[in-house]
Nanobody, 123 residues
Framework: EVQLVESGGGLAQPGGSLTLSCAASGFTFASISMTWVRQAPGKALEWVGVINPHGDRTSYADSVQGRFTISRDNYQNTVYLQLNSLKTEDTAMYYC????????????????WGQGTQVTVSS
């Protein structure tokens, strides 16, 4: 059974940083791209970025390019999302999703999703 467990969310000030983690199990993690998606209150799902299985290629949404970084540790079966220079508009539930999704947010019927971790950016 595929399991994805996100953690690391919380309250941050504008300009601050957070690191989100997604611990994966139930599949061959090192062979699968991983995607991050977020959903702000009352808004549609938004694709954040994706990392390839080796961890040497990433792509990001324009809205987070240069501020967010995706990385992975294939020994720990964990993918990370480093959030820097946070803005109030980054407030959202953040999800990791098993699989390669590029420049579009999959529906929750596609792929396997974690339960999400809440990020709130506020002064």
């Amino acid at each position: 059974e595929v399991q994805l467990v996100e953690s690391g969310g919380g309250l941050a000030q504008p300009g601050g940083s957070l690191t989100l983690s997604c611990a994966a199990s139930g599949f061959t993690f090192a062979s699968i791209s991983m995607t991050w998606v977020r959903q702000a209150p009352g808004k549609a799902l938004e694709w954040v970025g994706v990392i390839n299985p080796h961890g040497d290629r990433t792509s990001y949404a324009d809205s987070v390019q240069g501020r967010f970084t995706i990385s992975r540790d294939n020994y720990q079966n964990t993918v990370y999302l480093q959030l820097n220079s946070l803005k109030t508009e980054d407030t959202a539930m953040y999800y990791c999703v098993k699989g390669y999704f590029y420049n579009y947010a999959p529906s929750k019927a596609e792929g396997d999703w974690g339960q999400g971790t809440q990020v709130t950016v506020s002064s």
